[in-house]
């Protein structure tokens, strides 16, 4: 079988998996469109400046991770409880810094809306006003929250993450992705991907 990242042979050719693409699935896809991933949500970065990251939070199963996320999930509950469709949030990656917690906030679509502009600004608004610091468990002690949303002013490092396509790109490309919004959409890129700032030609691979 010559095909390659998960592909199989028909007798014919490759079927290769979702996002791979080539005669024996040996490129990942240019450009992924995650928003549909993301269903209804707006998606959030928050840095918890006072909490240390610890290996065992990249372990989904661990209890640091699962402790972690349970707090976090909590707090965010108290703070966007008054914004209009708010259902709760999905936590997707932690990563260090002190803490970087990717996030999406999951929201009831109201009739006749599309866009999800206003209410991102509604999220990070009530999130940033938020008084600070706060108490986020018996345990963690003060617990201070940055929060940023991309197409805000947002610094540098909202967003700029990579970790945030790794859950929707073929494995063994998924360190070569990150993430990159255009208009309401949010595409994960490489550096070869055509048409955005500072994409190299890579030809065919």
């Known amino acids: 079988d010559p095909c390659q990242n998960g592909g199989h042979w028909t007798g014919v050719g490759c079927a290769c998996p979702r996002n791979v693409e ?15 991933e993301l269903g209804l949500s707006v998606m959030m970065l928050a840095h918890v400046t006072n909490r ?3 290996e065992d939070m990249e372990d989904t199963s661990s209890t640091a991770y699962r402790s972690f996320v349970d707090e976090f999930s909590r707090m965010m509950d108290r703070i966007y409880h008054n914004i209009s469709g708010y259902r709760g949030t999905q936590v997707l990656t932690l990563t260090r810094g002190s803490v970087v917690v990717n996030y999406k906030v999951l929201l009831h679509q109201p009739a006749g809306d599309t866009s999800f502009g206003h209410r991102a600004r509604e999220l990070l608004e009530a999130a ?20 940023c949303w991309s197409g805000l002013g947002s610094p540098d490092w909202c967003f700029s993450s990579p970790e945030l396509c790794r859950k ?12 990159y919004r255009v208009q309401s959409s949010l595409l994960c890129v490489t550096n070869c991907t ?6 190299i ?3 065919s691979g």
């Open 201 to 203: 030609n890579c030809n």
């Open 194 to 199: 055509l048409n955005i700032p500072g994409s």
């Open 128 to 147: 940033n006003t938020t008084a600070q610091p706060q108490n986020c468990s018996r345990s963690a002690g003060r617990c201070r929250v940055t929060h």
């Open 168 to 179: 929707y790109t073929p494995a063994n490309f998924s360190q070569y992705y990150y993430p």
């Open 52 to 54: 240390n990251f610890s």
């Open 22 to 36: 080539g005669t024996l699935c040996q490129f990942g896809a240019s450009t992924i469109n995650i928003t549909a």
